[in-house]
Protein backbone atom coordinates (compact mmCIF):
# COMPACT_ATOMS: atom_id res chain seq x y z
CA UNK A 1 0.00 0.00 0.00
CA UNK A 2 2.93 2.15 0.97
CA UNK A 3 4.80 1.51 -2.53
CA UNK A 4 0.96 2.73 -4.14
CA UNK A 5 0.97 6.16 -2.19
CA UNK A 6 4.97 6.74 -3.44
CA UNK A 7 3.86 5.99 -6.95
CA UNK A 8 1.06 8.43 -6.22
CA UNK A 9 3.20 10.89 -4.98
CA UNK A 10 5.87 10.86 -7.67
CA UNK A 11 3.73 10.97 -10.19
CA UNK A 12 2.17 13.95 -8.74
CA UNK A 13 5.12 15.50 -8.34
CA UNK A 14 6.17 14.98 -11.63
CA UNK A 15 3.23 16.30 -13.02
CA UNK A 16 3.61 19.29 -10.93
CA UNK A 17 7.20 19.80 -12.29
CA UNK A 18 5.69 19.68 -16.13
CA UNK A 19 2.40 22.06 -15.33
CA UNK A 20 5.18 24.82 -14.03
CA UNK A 21 6.69 24.40 -16.89
CA UNK A 22 4.25 24.35 -19.31
CA UNK A 23 1.57 26.79 -17.68
CA UNK A 24 3.43 30.22 -18.05
CA UNK A 25 4.84 29.15 -21.01
CA UNK A 26 1.32 29.13 -22.49
CA UNK A 27 0.33 32.16 -20.98
CA UNK A 28 3.03 34.25 -22.22
CA UNK A 29 2.44 32.80 -25.59
CA UNK A 30 -1.32 33.87 -25.76
CA UNK A 31 0.05 36.95 -23.99
CA UNK A 32 2.20 37.64 -26.77
CA UNK A 33 -0.49 37.24 -29.37
CA UNK A 34 -2.79 39.37 -27.58
CA UNK A 35 -5.33 36.70 -26.09
CA UNK A 36 -5.14 37.55 -22.60
CA UNK A 37 -7.02 35.15 -20.71
CA UNK A 38 -6.12 36.08 -16.56
CA UNK A 39 -7.62 35.84 -14.46
CA UNK A 40 -9.90 32.62 -14.39
CA UNK A 41 -13.28 32.26 -14.71
CA UNK A 42 -14.59 32.10 -10.66
CA UNK A 43 -17.53 29.36 -12.03
CA UNK A 44 -15.04 26.82 -14.10
CA UNK A 45 -11.70 27.09 -12.67
CA UNK A 46 -12.47 24.24 -10.03
CA UNK A 47 -13.63 21.94 -12.33
CA UNK A 48 -11.08 19.23 -13.64
CA UNK A 49 -8.98 20.34 -16.39
CA UNK A 50 -9.53 23.93 -16.17
CA UNK A 51 -7.36 26.21 -14.27
CA UNK A 52 -4.13 24.96 -16.44
CA UNK A 53 -3.53 24.22 -19.98
CA UNK A 54 -1.39 21.63 -19.37
CA UNK A 55 -3.96 18.58 -19.23
CA UNK A 56 -5.17 19.94 -22.55
CA UNK A 57 -1.96 20.29 -24.10
CA UNK A 58 -0.64 16.60 -22.57
CA UNK A 59 -3.85 15.74 -23.95
CA UNK A 60 -2.94 16.79 -27.53
CA UNK A 61 0.52 15.75 -27.47
CA UNK A 62 -0.61 11.85 -26.36
CA UNK A 63 -3.30 12.33 -28.84
CA UNK A 64 -1.15 13.14 -32.35
CA UNK A 65 1.79 10.87 -31.31
CA UNK A 66 -1.04 7.70 -30.39
CA UNK A 67 -2.54 8.96 -34.39
CA UNK A 68 0.86 9.25 -35.82
CA UNK A 69 2.09 5.63 -34.46
CA UNK A 70 -1.52 4.28 -35.37
CA UNK A 71 -1.07 5.86 -39.05
CA UNK A 72 2.27 3.89 -39.02
CA UNK A 73 1.53 1.00 -38.14
CA UNK A 74 -1.68 0.35 -40.09
CA UNK A 75 0.31 1.88 -43.25
CA UNK A 76 3.14 -0.98 -42.59
CA UNK A 77 0.38 -3.75 -41.57
CA UNK A 78 -1.51 -3.26 -45.39
CA UNK A 79 1.94 -2.81 -47.43
CA UNK A 80 2.57 -6.32 -45.98
CA UNK A 81 -0.55 -7.49 -47.05
CA UNK A 82 -0.74 -5.73 -50.19
CA UNK A 83 2.68 -7.34 -51.19
CA UNK A 84 1.61 -11.45 -50.32
CA UNK A 85 -0.33 -13.42 -52.93
CA UNK A 86 -3.60 -12.33 -53.07
CA UNK A 87 -6.63 -15.17 -52.15
CA UNK A 88 -9.97 -14.76 -52.53
CA UNK A 89 -10.43 -14.33 -48.95
CA UNK A 90 -7.68 -11.53 -48.51
CA UNK A 91 -9.93 -9.96 -50.97
CA UNK A 92 -12.66 -9.25 -49.32
CA UNK A 93 -13.44 -6.48 -47.33
CA UNK A 94 -12.16 -7.69 -43.70
CA UNK A 95 -14.90 -7.52 -41.08
CA UNK A 96 -14.77 -5.89 -37.66
CA UNK A 97 -14.48 -7.79 -34.76
CA UNK A 98 -17.88 -7.64 -32.47
CA UNK A 99 -16.41 -5.99 -29.65
CA UNK A 100 -15.29 -2.77 -32.11
CA UNK A 101 -18.95 -3.01 -33.57
CA UNK A 102 -20.08 -2.74 -30.38
CA UNK A 103 -18.02 0.13 -29.10
CA UNK A 104 -18.74 2.40 -32.66
CA UNK A 105 -22.33 1.90 -31.81
CA UNK A 106 -21.97 2.83 -28.09
CA UNK A 107 -20.06 5.90 -29.29
CA UNK A 108 -22.01 6.92 -31.65
CA UNK A 109 -25.54 6.69 -29.23
CA UNK A 110 -23.71 8.54 -26.80
CA UNK A 111 -22.66 11.48 -28.59
CA UNK A 112 -25.87 11.77 -30.42
CA UNK A 113 -27.53 12.05 -26.43
CA UNK A 114 -24.82 14.15 -24.77
CA UNK A 115 -25.05 16.86 -27.83
CA UNK A 116 -28.68 16.82 -27.91
CA UNK A 117 -28.27 17.53 -24.10
CA UNK A 118 -25.64 20.32 -24.64
CA UNK A 119 -27.58 21.91 -27.37
CA UNK A 120 -31.12 22.15 -25.55
CA UNK A 121 -29.58 22.87 -21.97
CA UNK A 122 -26.94 25.90 -23.47
CA UNK A 123 -29.94 27.20 -25.69
CA UNK A 124 -32.21 27.13 -22.17
CA UNK A 125 -29.97 28.72 -20.24
CA UNK A 126 -28.42 31.51 -22.59
CA UNK A 127 -32.00 32.36 -23.89
CA UNK A 128 -34.28 31.93 -21.69
CA UNK A 129 -32.71 32.09 -18.45
CA UNK A 130 -30.31 34.92 -18.92
CA UNK A 131 -32.30 36.62 -21.74
CA UNK A 132 -29.35 36.66 -24.33
CA UNK A 133 -30.16 38.26 -27.74
CA UNK A 134 -28.62 35.76 -30.64
CA UNK A 135 -25.36 37.85 -30.61
CA UNK A 136 -23.63 40.47 -28.92
CA UNK A 137 -23.34 39.29 -25.15
CA UNK A 138 -20.78 39.76 -23.01
CA UNK A 139 -20.04 37.02 -20.61
CA UNK A 140 -20.54 38.60 -16.94
CA UNK A 141 -19.98 35.74 -14.89
CA UNK A 142 -23.38 36.26 -12.45
CA UNK A 143 -24.12 33.44 -10.85
CA UNK A 144 -27.36 33.00 -12.92
CA UNK A 145 -24.92 32.01 -15.62
CA UNK A 146 -22.81 29.03 -13.52
CA UNK A 147 -25.29 26.11 -15.18
CA UNK A 148 -24.58 27.59 -18.65
CA UNK A 149 -20.90 27.33 -17.74
CA UNK A 150 -20.89 24.18 -16.01
CA UNK A 151 -22.77 23.19 -19.52
CA UNK A 152 -19.97 24.77 -21.29
CA UNK A 153 -17.24 22.59 -19.47
CA UNK A 154 -19.01 19.44 -20.27
CA UNK A 155 -18.71 20.84 -24.20
CA UNK A 156 -15.20 21.12 -23.77
CA UNK A 157 -14.40 17.97 -22.15
CA UNK A 158 -16.37 16.05 -24.67
CA UNK A 159 -13.67 17.42 -27.57
CA UNK A 160 -11.04 15.56 -25.43
CA UNK A 161 -13.53 12.66 -25.88
CA UNK A 162 -14.16 12.90 -29.31
CA UNK A 163 -10.59 11.88 -29.85
CA UNK A 164 -12.10 8.71 -30.01
CA UNK A 165 -13.02 8.88 -33.67
CA UNK A 166 -9.64 8.79 -34.64
CA UNK A 167 -9.14 5.96 -32.54
CA UNK A 168 -11.80 4.02 -34.12
CA UNK A 169 -10.88 4.92 -37.25
CA UNK A 170 -7.35 3.69 -36.89
CA UNK A 171 -9.06 0.41 -35.15
CA UNK A 172 -11.29 -0.38 -38.88
CA UNK A 173 -8.25 1.01 -40.33
CA UNK A 174 -10.00 3.52 -42.17
CA UNK A 175 -6.47 5.08 -43.02
CA UNK A 176 -8.32 7.54 -45.67
CA UNK A 177 -10.25 9.01 -42.73
CA UNK A 178 -7.80 10.26 -40.79
CA UNK A 179 -7.09 13.42 -42.65
CA UNK A 180 -4.70 16.49 -42.44
CA UNK A 181 -8.20 18.04 -41.84
CA UNK A 182 -9.42 15.47 -39.59
CA UNK A 183 -6.53 15.74 -37.07
CA UNK A 184 -6.01 19.44 -37.50
CA UNK A 185 -9.67 19.92 -36.32
CA UNK A 186 -9.44 17.52 -33.19
CA UNK A 187 -6.22 18.84 -32.20
CA UNK A 188 -6.95 22.14 -32.22
CA UNK A 189 -10.58 22.75 -30.87
CA UNK A 190 -10.15 21.40 -27.93
CA UNK A 191 -7.56 23.95 -26.57
CA UNK A 192 -9.81 26.50 -27.82
CA UNK A 193 -12.73 25.27 -25.96
CA UNK A 194 -10.49 25.14 -22.75
CA UNK A 195 -9.78 28.75 -23.49
CA UNK A 196 -13.06 29.50 -23.43
CA UNK A 197 -14.01 27.67 -20.60
CA UNK A 198 -10.95 29.05 -18.08
CA UNK A 199 -11.74 32.70 -19.20
CA UNK A 200 -15.24 33.68 -20.21
CA UNK A 201 -17.29 30.73 -20.61
CA UNK A 202 -20.68 32.30 -21.43
CA UNK A 203 -21.98 35.11 -23.18
CA UNK A 204 -21.73 34.81 -27.20
CA UNK A 205 -19.61 31.18 -26.58
CA UNK A 206 -23.39 29.91 -26.32
CA UNK A 207 -24.00 30.51 -30.11
CA UNK A 208 -20.81 28.65 -30.97
CA UNK A 209 -21.40 25.71 -28.74
CA UNK A 210 -24.84 25.03 -29.10
CA UNK A 211 -24.55 24.94 -32.71
CA UNK A 212 -21.85 23.00 -33.05
CA UNK A 213 -23.89 20.35 -30.21
CA UNK A 214 -26.67 20.52 -33.15
CA UNK A 215 -24.50 20.05 -36.02
CA UNK A 216 -22.79 16.65 -34.31
CA UNK A 217 -26.40 15.43 -33.01
CA UNK A 218 -27.09 14.97 -36.84
CA UNK A 219 -23.00 13.88 -37.62
CA UNK A 220 -23.48 11.06 -35.11
CA UNK A 221 -26.71 9.97 -36.10
CA UNK A 222 -25.33 9.71 -40.11
CA UNK A 223 -22.14 8.12 -38.43
CA UNK A 224 -24.23 5.47 -36.39
CA UNK A 225 -26.84 4.41 -39.33
CA UNK A 226 -23.74 4.41 -41.82
CA UNK A 227 -22.37 1.42 -39.21
CA UNK A 228 -25.89 -0.84 -38.52
CA UNK A 229 -27.01 -0.52 -42.37
CA UNK A 230 -26.41 -3.17 -44.43
CA UNK A 231 -23.19 -2.67 -47.52
CA UNK A 232 -26.10 -2.99 -50.38
CA UNK A 233 -25.48 0.51 -52.12
CA UNK A 234 -29.09 0.60 -53.05
CA UNK A 235 -30.05 0.76 -49.08
CA UNK A 236 -27.29 2.92 -48.37
CA UNK A 237 -28.07 5.90 -50.75
CA UNK A 238 -32.02 5.25 -49.69
CA UNK A 239 -30.79 6.24 -46.17
CA UNK A 240 -27.48 7.62 -46.17
CA UNK A 241 -28.43 10.67 -49.37
CA UNK A 242 -27.85 13.16 -46.74
CA UNK A 243 -24.35 13.23 -45.99
CA UNK A 244 -23.23 15.44 -49.05
CA UNK A 245 -26.24 18.13 -47.18
CA UNK A 246 -24.37 17.40 -43.97
CA UNK A 247 -21.23 18.69 -44.82
CA UNK A 248 -22.68 21.94 -46.08
CA UNK A 249 -24.55 22.06 -42.92
CA UNK A 250 -21.30 22.03 -41.02
CA UNK A 251 -19.42 24.61 -43.40
CA UNK A 252 -22.64 26.82 -42.69
CA UNK A 253 -21.97 26.33 -39.24
CA UNK A 254 -18.57 27.54 -39.20
CA UNK A 255 -19.41 30.46 -41.53
CA UNK A 256 -21.98 31.61 -39.13
CA UNK A 257 -19.87 31.35 -36.34
CA UNK A 258 -16.52 33.82 -38.34
CA UNK A 259 -19.55 36.17 -39.09
CA UNK A 260 -20.79 36.12 -35.86
CA UNK A 261 -16.90 36.46 -34.67
CA UNK A 262 -16.35 39.44 -36.51
CA UNK A 263 -19.36 40.65 -35.26
CA UNK A 264 -18.58 40.04 -31.37
CA UNK A 265 -15.32 41.98 -32.07
CA UNK A 266 -16.54 44.68 -33.69
CA UNK A 267 -18.85 45.43 -31.13
CA UNK A 268 -16.84 44.98 -28.20
CA UNK A 269 -19.55 42.97 -26.51
CA UNK A 270 -16.79 39.67 -26.15
CA UNK A 271 -13.94 39.25 -25.46
CA UNK A 272 -11.96 40.84 -27.98
CA UNK A 273 -8.86 37.87 -28.23
CA UNK A 274 -10.94 34.91 -28.41
CA UNK A 275 -13.21 36.54 -30.95
CA UNK A 276 -10.28 37.31 -33.34
CA UNK A 277 -8.63 33.84 -32.40
CA UNK A 278 -12.98 32.16 -33.79
CA UNK A 279 -12.34 34.42 -36.73
CA UNK A 280 -9.25 33.23 -37.91
CA UNK A 281 -9.93 29.40 -36.72
CA UNK A 282 -13.29 29.21 -38.55
CA UNK A 283 -11.29 30.77 -42.06
CA UNK A 284 -8.66 27.68 -41.56
CA UNK A 285 -11.84 25.20 -41.00
CA UNK A 286 -14.25 26.84 -44.43
CA UNK A 287 -10.62 26.50 -46.42
CA UNK A 288 -9.98 22.78 -45.32
CA UNK A 289 -13.71 21.48 -45.15
CA UNK A 290 -14.15 23.15 -48.63
CA UNK A 291 -11.53 21.42 -50.48
CA UNK A 292 -12.60 18.21 -48.95
CA UNK A 293 -16.01 18.89 -50.20
CA UNK A 294 -15.19 19.66 -53.82
CA UNK A 295 -12.36 17.04 -53.70
CA UNK A 296 -14.89 14.06 -52.36
CA UNK A 297 -18.17 15.37 -54.47
CA UNK A 298 -16.85 17.01 -57.51
CA UNK A 299 -13.10 15.64 -57.99
CA UNK A 300 -13.94 12.33 -56.85
CA UNK A 301 -16.88 12.28 -58.66
CA UNK A 302 -15.07 13.20 -62.03
CA UNK A 303 -12.38 10.85 -61.69
CA UNK A 304 -15.01 7.80 -60.93
CA UNK A 305 -17.06 8.96 -64.37
CA UNK A 306 -14.01 8.86 -66.43
CA UNK A 307 -12.67 5.53 -64.66
Same mark, same amino acid.
Given at each position: +? =? $? @? %? /? &? #?? *? +? =? $? @? %? /? &? #?? *? ?287
Amino acid at each position: +M =S $T @Y %Y /T &S #VE *N +M =S $T @Y %Y /T &S #VD *NIIKPAVFSLLDGVGLHLEPSCHLTSHLPLVSSPTPVILSVAAYLVLVSLGVLLSSSKNSTTSSSSPSPSSQTKRKDPYWLAVVVLFHNVFLVALSLYMCVRITYEALVVNKYNVWGNAFKGEESERMLAHTIWIFYVSKLYEFMDTFIMLLKGNLRQVSFLHVYHHGTISFIWWAITFHAPGGDAYFSAALNSWVHVLMYAYYFLAATLPKEPSVRSRYLWWGKYLTLFQMSQFAANFVQGIYAYATGSYHSGISALLVGYMVSLLFLFGNFFVQKHFAGGKKKKSA
